[in-house]
């Protein structure tokens, strides 16, 4: 089955500064490939996703690219905030019939101002 | 508001006891999910409800059981659980069930097993 490695497991930076949170995956037909980010005391909310027809995928201050050779796929966060502080998810699927995402360990992001 | 509400946020229970976690989502989607997320692991998939029908029943123990009474409830009865069962239950749900439908879910269930 899909296996997902997710790097690192914890980050911290600067308010300002930028973070990138990088996975891979080892099954080459999986295709969909979501973020979520997940705040103390609550559900994972998705942020961003990217599917395997686009290289990169931009929302604000968060992208997400994706290099279908190598297998892995990243999260660049710029000009971080503390309300980024949060433990985000990578996740990875392919074409079936119904959701079977298999997710990373997760990496906890700490902002501080 | 995330749009799906689970009930309680917290319960402890002992090995011999009976308890139930319920999930409510007012998205109007049509698959729902449990998930169970234990530290330093990446979330499990338990079980995959499309259409009031259980399509994914991911190995797990019997002594979780769910139910799934129409399109907006999923319950996980839990009977007879080992103390490594303590977890946050998340559940999910999701326009349809296909494979690129983003989850939306819920708070969670905190889970203590004594």
């Known amino acids: 089955g899909e296996n997902v490695e997710q790097h690192p497991s914890t980050l911290s930076v600067q308010e300002g500064d930028s973070a990138v949170i990088k996975c891979t995956y080892s099954?080459?037909?999986?295709?969909?490939f979501p973020w979520y980010k997940q705040e103390l005391g609550k559900g994972p909310q998705l942020i961003i996703d990217?599917?395997?027809?686009?290289g990169e995928k931009k929302d604000q201050r968060i992208a997400v690219t994706l290099n279908k050779t190598a297998k892995h796929f990243s999260l660049h966060i710029t000009e971080t905030q503390p309300e980024d502080s949060a433990v985000y998810f990578c996740?990875?699927?392919?074409?079936?019939?119904?959701?079977?995402?298999?997710f990373g360990k997760g990496t906890m992001l700490l902002v501080s101002p | 508001e995330t749009g799906v509400t689970q009930t309680p946020r917290h319960l402890v229970m002992g090995m011999t006891n009976k308890k139930s976690l319920k999930c409510e989502q007012h998205?109007?989607?049509?698959?729902m999910y449990w998930y169970k997320q234990s530290a330093k692991k990446p979330l499990e998939l338990m079980f995959v409800?499309?259409?009031?029908?259980?399509?994914e029943n991911n190995s797990v123990p019997s002594r979780f059981s769910p139910e799934c009474p129409n399109s907006s409830h999923l319950f996980l009865h839990l009977h007879t659980l080992q103390p490594e069962d303590s977890a946050l239950y998340l559940c999910?749900?999701?326009?349809?069930?296909?494979?690129?439908?983003?989850?939306?879910f819920g708070n969670g269930t905190r889970l203590t097993v004594t």
């Open positions: 999910a749900s999701s326009r349809d069930s296909s494979y690129n439908s983003p989850l939306h």
């Open positions: 998205l109007g989607h049509n698959a």
């Open positions: 409800y499309s259409l009031e029908e259980r399509v």
């Open positions: 996740a990875a699927s392919k074409g079936s019939g119904y959701s079977t995402l298999t």
């Open positions: 099954d080459s037909a999986s295709n969909y």
């Open positions: 990217i599917r395997s027809n686009v």
